[in-house]
T-cell receptor, first 114, second 114 residues
Framework: ETGVTQTPRHLVMGMTNKKSLKCEQH?????MYWYKQSAKKPLELMFV???????ENNSVPSRFSPECPNSSHLFLHLHTLQPEDSALYLC?????????????FGPGTRLTVL | GEDVEQSLFLSVREGDSSVINCTYT??????LYWYKQEPGAGLQLLTY?????DMKQDQRLTVLLNKKDKHLSLRIADTQTGDSAIYFC??????????????FGTGTRLQVFP
């Protein structure tokens, strides 16, 4: 238990559906991250939020829309996805300052797009 | 450039030592990390090393850093079946606005057999 929870753990959706992934951290951190993990590829950073403000968007297609209403919650809204978007989506959080920037990861949401 | 490379697979016998290697390309990286991902779980920080060190030992784990060759390794002594997981090397990119970006490798899947 890392203090970062993600729901749902598994999601199957069609290309025309709209769904949302949720991440919550109970660590008092101020930075939150979305990563995409695909087989045999490096972990891809998608978005970074710091004090609820988006500070990085790593050229992510607009069919992925993040939302950070407060420092404890992070959402990823999905619409009109493609089959190649099937992957494990990981959320992480970290303090905004820290000697070695440990990022605490949630267990991920396994997304399958049909 | 931003490129962290690892071999994809490593298989070792229980009780032997495992050595997982990583090469990185950003010479300005200040911290380098090893994360472990067990099946169905997120990433867990195992250990880290600051760039002015060349070795760090933590119980069964030994991290070696060759800054000249940009080579990082993780040695696990007396490898156990519970060590079977995917191991990610990561480097800390130069910090941007109040957050720190981590660049991950592809991960090395360690399989331990009896």
């Amino acid at each position: 238990e890392t203090g970062v929870t993600q729901t749902p753990r598994h999601l199957v959706m069609g290309m025309t559906n709209k769904k949302s992934l949720k991440c919550e951290q109970h660590l008092g951190h101020n930075a939150m991250y979305w990563y995409k993990q695909s087989a045999k590829k490096p972990l891809e950073l998608m978005f970074v939020y710091n004090f609820k403000e988006q500070t990085e968007n790593n050229s992510v297609p607009s069919r992925f829309s993040p939302e950070c209403p407060n420092s404890s919650h992070l959402f990823l809204h999905l619409h009109t996805l493609q089959p190649e978007d099937s992957a494990l989506y990981l959320c992480a959080s970290s303090p905004t300052s820290g000697r070695y920037n440990e990022q605490f990861f949630g267990p991920g949401t396994r997304l399958t797009v049909l | 450039g931003e490129d962290v490379e690892q071999s994809l697979f490593l298989s070792v016998r229980e009780g032997d030592s495992s050595v997982i290697n990583c090469t990185y390309t950003d010479s300005s990286s200040t911290y380098l990390y090893w994360y472990k991902q067990e099946p169905g779980a997120g990433l867990q920080l195992l250990t880290y090393i600051f760039s002015n060190m060349d070795m760090k030992q933590d119980q069964r784990l030994t991290v070696l850093l060759n800054k000249k060759d940009k080579h990082l390794s993780l040695r696990i002594a007396d490898t156990q079946t519970g060590d079977s997981a995917i191991y990610f090397c990561a480097e800390r990119a130069p910090p941007s606005y109040n957050t720190d970006k981590l660049i991950f490798g592809t991960g090395t899947r360690l399989q331990v057999f009896p």
